[in-house]
């Protein structure tokens, strides 16, 4: 069973950038799709961004398509999602998880061992 832990995240203002990672332990992670998501209080829990395992392929969600970027670097089992010109509304808890079919899929649904999820706040 694989473990996810998420780091990165903290208080930024309006515009500004932070780079969140996701750590994998307990198996490789080099064989399968990653993928973040994220949750506002009272919301539901949306994709921001996933990554096949090579690398080449990834997708975005509409509200962060040209400011977030996802990588990975499966020598250190470690995906990162770089997110620049940060707005109010990113303000969420983010979360990685792994998906086990070897496809790349935007739904949370077809996502499993999920982390604990960090903290990202946008200030106005």
């Known amino acids: 069973q694989v473990q996810l832990v998420e780091s990165g995240g903290g208080l930024v203002q309006t515009g500004g950038s932070l780079r969140l990672s996701c750590a994998a332990s307990?198996?490789?992670?080099?064989?399968?799709?990653m993928g973040w998501f994220r949750q506002a209080p009272g919301k539901e829990r949306e994709f921001v961004a996933a990554i096949n395992w090579s690398g080449r392929i990834t997708y975005y969600g509409d509200s962060v398509q040209g400011r977030f970027t996802v990588s990975r670097v499966n020598a250190k089992n470690t995906v990162y999602l770089q997110m620049n010109s940060l707005k109010p509304e990113d303000t969420a808890v983010y979360y990685c998880?792994?998906?086990?079919?070897?496809?790349?899929?935007?739904?949370?649904?077809?996502?499993?061992?999920w982390g604990q999820g960090t903290q990202v706040t946008v200030s106005s």
């Open positions: 998880a792994i998906s086990p079919d070897g496809s790349t899929p935007i739904s949370k649904n077809r996502y499993e061992s």
């Open positions: 307990g198996r490789t992670i080099s064989n399968y799709a």
